[in-house]
């Protein structure tokens, strides 16, 4: 006969084999880890950001995004990434376990290690003041005076002003409650405001984009970015991503992580006007007959395909990203499959994928959009997914524009990465500025391949005439981009 006692004791037994969710026998909690991995999956707070997290045409990507989902695959579980309103937000989550881990780029402070617990850091980065050129350049902190000097709420950058103002009385700034740094930058890009701070790294790929942008100098010493978690004495889930750093940085995982993402971070000027004249000479010759055989099948200019192959690989045959991307054309593996390409290295079926993937975007394109504005918009799909171009041309209409013509569209994509504006679009948040590079660059080198070809430059020019073609094109190329 059972007592009481017995079958209390059986009745919790009974309980805690049921459901899965409920703490541990007496009361303790079974590790976070092993929580995760009965649920199945990670929680991550983010932000979208080109440094973190942003829907390309491939779908979602970022350094964070990679890191995170591949730490999510070691774990054996999935992701569930949340993007609060605001950066101080993510930081206020994670202090009060709203979520696993908070991967947005955030640097090592004394401030932030009371309350939350960073992981290993991954990159090191400095904070640099910003400003635009045909303006005058500050030379030190007292120079910032004569400007609006404006920053994000919630980053490290206001407590490195806090120390700066101790020794200088007379810095103050704006605290914008409202946008990203991507977004301050642009307001420094068009003029709107003088100087905003931002981390080393988004300027590394900001300053493709925005080509009037210049840094003044570093605010800060190097500081290191990292992941934070919840403070707690459970390791487990710290413990993890100790191992996970570890692994990814012996294998060099990291690094090529890092170098698909900060390594083509680089505007068109005089040294890439160089280099792209150097490659054509010393890679071009290659690839240049399946270029031509690609463009003649599919009725396209060759050149044209030639253009799109440099910009996406620099005419690498082996070009290769952690992520799977590769070949002359960076095909993705679905991509190749779609198209019926076995081997995305083999340089004549890397290149005939690219020419039938561009025709399928193109054929996307409403017929009544006349050349050259279909090529440049299908370019665009190629680059940031038909759904985002949708999104701009449509946000083009409302603003007043033509939705058929590129130069007003290419006004309107940027917008895309401003929450004011993607918030009212259908597919949500992209790196808007970014496609318009993309064709402006692709259309650069298209025409430069053009001029090239015009009489067999390629093959006839003697040494010192490419001395003057490449001076004289870097000029062009140089107006055009300033």
Same mark, same amino acid.
């Given at each position: 006969?059972?007592?009481?006692?017995?079958?209390?004791?059986? +009745?919790?037994?009974?309980? /805690?084999?049921?459901?899965?969710?409920?703490?541990?026998?007496?009361? #303790?909690?079974?590790?976070?880890?092993?929580? !995760?991995?009965?649920?199945?999956?990670? %929680?991550?707070?983010?932000?979208?950001?080109?440094?973190?997290?942003?829907?390309?045409?491939?779908?979602?990507?970022?350094?964070?995004?990679?890191?995170?989902?591949?730490?999510?695959?070691?774990?054996?579980?999935?992701?569930?990434?949340?993007?609060?309103?605001?950066?101080?937000?993510?930081?206020?989550?994670?202090?009060?376990?709203?979520?696993?881990?908070?991967?947005?780029?955030?640097?090592?402070?004394?401030?932030? &290690?009371?309350?939350?617990?960073?992981? +290993?850091?991954?990159?090191?980065?400095?904070?640099?003041? !910003?400003?635009? /050129?045909?303006? %005058?350049?500050?030379?030190?902190?007292?120079?910032?005076?004569?400007?609006?000097?404006?920053? +994000?709420?919630?980053?490290?950058?206001? *407590? =490195?002003?806090?120390?700066?103002?101790?020794?200088?009385?007379?810095?103050?700034?704006?605290?914008?409650?409202?946008?990203?740094?991507?977004?301050?930058?642009?307001?420094?890009?068009? $003029?709107?405001?003088?100087?905003?701070?931002?981390?080393?790294?988004?300027?590394?790929? !900001?300053?493709?984009?925005?080509?009037?942008?210049?840094?003044?100098?570093? !605010?800060?010493?190097?500081?290191?970015?990292?992941?934070?978690?919840?403070?707690?004495?459970?390791? /487990?889930?710290?413990? %993890?991503?100790?191992?996970?750093?570890?692994?990814?940085?012996?294998?060099?995982?990291?690094?090529?992580?890092?170098?698909?993402?900060?390594?083509?971070? $680089? *505007?068109?000027?005089?040294? $890439?006007?160089?280099?792209?004249?150097?490659?054509?000479?010393?890679?071009?010759?290659?690839?240049?007959?399946?270029?031509?055989?690609?463009?003649?099948?599919? /009725?396209?200019?060759?050149?044209?395909?030639?253009?799109? $192959?440099?910009?996406?690989?620099?005419?690498?045959?082996?070009?290769?990203?952690?992520?799977?991307?590769?070949?002359?054309?960076?095909?993705?593996?679905?991509?190749?499959?779609?198209?019926?390409?076995?081997?995305?290295?083999?340089?004549?079926?890397?290149?005939?994928?690219?020419?039938?993937?561009?025709?399928?975007?193109? %054929? &996307?394109?409403?017929?009544?959009?006349?050349?050259?504005?279909?090529?440049?918009?299908?370019?665009?799909?190629?680059?940031?997914?038909?759904?985002?171009?949708?999104?701009?041309?449509?946000? =083009?209409?409302?603003?007043?524009?033509?939705?058929?013509?590129?130069?007003?569209?290419?006004?309107?994509?940027?917008?895309?990465?401003? #929450?004011?504006?993607?918030? #009212?679009? #259908?597919?949500?948040?992209?790196?808007?500025?970014?496609?318009?590079?993309?064709?402006?660059?692709?259309?650069?080198?298209?025409?430069?391949?053009?001029?090239?070809?015009?009489?067999?430059?390629?093959?006839?020019?003697?040494?010192?005439?490419?001395?003057?073609?490449?001076?004289?094109?870097?000029?062009?190329?140089?107006?055009?981009?300033?």
């Amino acid at each position: 006969m059972f007592s009481r006692f017995h079958i209390v004791i059986l +009745v919790l037994v009974a309980i /805690s084999a049921g459901c899965e969710e409920v703490p541990g026998f007496f009361g #303790k909690e079974k590790p976070l880890l092993d929580q !995760i991995r009965t649920t199945g999956t990670l %929680k991550v707070l983010t932000r979208y950001d080109p440094t973190t997290y942003y829907e390309g045409p491939e779908g979602f990507t970022g350094l964070e995004y990679d890191l995170v989902q591949l730490f999510a695959k070691h774990l054996g579980v999935k992701v569930e990434f949340i993007v609060p309103y605001s950066f101080d937000q993510i930081l206020s989550l994670i202090s009060e376990g709203e979520a696993h881990i908070a991967a947005a780029g955030l640097t090592i402070t004394e401030k932030r &290690t009371q309350s939350m617990r960073f992981s +290993v850091p991954y990159r090191r980065v400095t904070e640099q003041l !910003i400003y635009r /050129s045909g303006t %005058k350049k500050p030379k030190k902190i007292e120079d910032l005076t004569e400007g609006i000097l404006e920053v +994000v709420n919630g980053t490290s950058h206001i *407590s =490195t002003l806090r120390l700066l103002k101790e020794q200088h009385p007379e810095l103050d700034w704006n605290v914008n409650t409202e946008l990203s740094s991507y977004a301050l930058l642009n307001l420094v890009n068009q $003029g709107l405001i003088d100087y905003t701070v931002a981390d080393s790294n988004q300027v590394q790929l !900001i300053r493709r984009f925005y080509p009037k942008l210049y840094v003044a100098f570093d !605010i800060s010493e190097p500081q290191y970015l990292a992941w934070a978690l919840p403070k707690s004495d459970d390791t /487990s889930l710290y413990d %993890k991503t100790v191992e996970f750093f570890q692994i990814i940085k012996t294998d060099k995982t990291l690094d090529q992580l890092i170098e698909r993402h900060y390594g083509h971070a $680089g *505007s068109l000027n005089y040294v $890439g006007n160089c280099t792209f004249r150097e490659h054509v000479i010393k890679r071009l010759p290659e690839f240049q007959p399946y270029f031509e055989q690609a463009g003649s099948e599919h /009725s396209i200019d060759w050149r044209l395909l030639a253009a799109i $192959g440099y910009q996406e690989s620099h005419w690498r045959k082996n070009a290769v990203s952690p992520t799977g991307v590769r070949g002359i054309m960076m095909l993705t593996k679905k991509t190749a499959k779609q198209l019926g390409i076995r081997n995305r290295t083999n340089p004549a079926e890397s290149i005939a994928g690219g020419a039938r993937y561009f025709l399928q975007r193109k %054929k &996307t394109i409403p017929e009544r959009i006349l050349e050259p504005d279909q090529t440049w918009m299908a370019l665009a799909a190629y680059n940031v997914g038909y759904g985002h171009l949708e999104d701009a041309r449509i946000l =083009t209409q409302s603003r007043g524009g033509n939705p058929d013509k590129w130069m007003d569209v290419k006004k309107a994509l940027p917008l895309l990465s401003n #929450k004011k504006w993607y918030r #009212k679009t #259908k597919h949500g948040y992209a790196r808007g500025i970014e496609p318009v590079v993309y064709v402006e660059n692709i259309r650069n080198y298209y025409d430069l391949l053009v001029w090239l070809t015009k009489n067999d430059d390629l093959q006839k020019q003697p040494s010192n005439r490419n001395a003057n073609v490449v001076g004289l094109a870097i000029d062009s190329a140089a107006k055009q981009l300033h």
